[in-house]
């Protein structure tokens, strides 16, 4: 449907891991960082992990993010892809004309502004390849200092807001002090409630992706609506 098609506009976020209450918390960030006019709603991915920490079930859940895509493809204006590696982002791209973005994506956009020198702190070492691969597909290799990652096993700091909270202030700091950042991206849908509260902790921006997500969608959906 349309923007005017006599309903407020919807933006469908796609959450590629399989816990729900990630999806609930992610949902909420991102009402609260979107506009009156635009209602924010969930899918979860089924057959995913609880939270993909692998490149092999990064890759395995794109499918399933894109099958997601299309059952909700006429009850929607845009779609967030909430997971930092993006996975079936580019499928729905190709396949389909509504607006989609990731949160990775727009993360790293949002980061480089005027310029900046960016990097990343997150939880899953794992993953290191996948993120590196990000900034040369968006033309951004020239502002990439590097990832940091939090001491500790991703599940457990997930269990433990404020241990999580410290590790990723300590990886943080590591962005700025040891590589030259001049904004770090928190680097993760199911680290949301983490990037808010790490903000206010550093001089430099801290970068939240799922705002980062919906203000990018917003425009997108704005400007073709204007289109």
Same mark, same amino acid.
């Given at each position: 449907?349309?923007?005017?098609?006599?309903?407020?506009?919807?933006?469908?976020?796609?959450?590629?891991?399989?816990?729900?209450?990630?999806?609930?918390?992610?949902?909420?960030?991102?009402?609260?960082?979107?506009?009156?006019?635009?209602?924010?709603?969930? %899918?979860?991915?089924?057959?995913?992990? =609880? +939270?993909?920490?692998?490149?092999?079930?990064?890759? *395995?859940? $794109?499918?399933? &993010? !894109?099958?997601?895509?299309?059952?909700?493809?006429?009850?929607?204006?845009?779609?967030?892809?909430?997971?930092?590696?993006?996975?079936?982002?580019?499928?729905?791209?190709?396949?389909?004309?509504?607006?989609?973005?990731?949160?990775?994506?727009?993360?790293?956009?949002?980061?480089?502004?005027?310029?900046?020198?960016?990097?990343?702190?997150?939880?899953?070492?794992?993953?290191?390849?996948?993120?590196?691969?990000?900034?040369?597909?968006?033309?951004?290799?020239?502002?990439?200092?590097?990832?940091?990652? %939090?001491?500790?096993?991703?599940?457990? =700091? +997930?269990?433990?807001?404020?241990?999580?909270?410290? *590790?990723? $202030?300590?990886? &943080? !700091?590591?962005?700025?002090?040891?590589?030259?950042?001049?904004?770090?991206?928190?680097?993760?849908?199911?680290?949301?409630?983490?990037?808010?509260?790490?903000?206010?902790?550093?001089?430099?921006?801290?970068?939240?992706?799922?705002?980062?997500?919906?203000?990018?969608?917003?425009?997108?959906?704005?400007?073709?609506?204007?289109?």
């Amino acid at each position: 449907m349309a923007p005017n098609s006599g309903r407020r506009t919807r933006i469908l976020l796609i959450n590629p891991n399989s816990l729900e209450a990630t999806t609930a918390m992610m949902v909420a960030i991102a009402k609260s960082a979107a506009i009156d006019a635009f209602d924010i709603v969930g %899918a979860t991915a089924a057959r995913s992990p =609880l +939270m993909i920490v692998t490149p092999d079930a990064l890759d *395995a859940a $794109a499918a399933e &993010v !894109e099958e997601i895509a299309r059952a909700h493809r006429s009850s929607c204006d845009g779609i967030i892809v909430a997971a930092f590696g993006d996975p079936g982002l580019a499928g729905i791209k190709a396949g389909m004309e509504l607006p989609a973005v990731g949160i990775g994506e727009s993360a790293m956009f949002a980061a480089a502004e005027n310029g900046r020198r960016f990097g990343v702190a997150t939880t899953t070492p794992l993953l290191k390849s996948k993120i590196d691969a990000l900034p040369d597909v968006l033309g951004l290799r020239s502002r990439y200092t590097g990832t940091r990652f %939090a001491e500790g096993e991703p599940q457990d =700091l +997930m269990r433990d807001p404020a241990q999580l909270s410290a *590790a990723l $202030a300590g990886a &943080v !700091e590591a962005c700025i002090a040891q590589d030259g950042a001049e904004a770090v991206i928190i680097g993760g849908g199911p680290l949301g409630e983490a990037a808010r509260a790490l903000q206010p902790m550093f001089a430099v921006p801290v970068i939240a992706p799922i705002p980062s997500a919906v203000a990018r969608i917003i425009r997108l959906i704005t400007a073709r609506t204007a289109n």
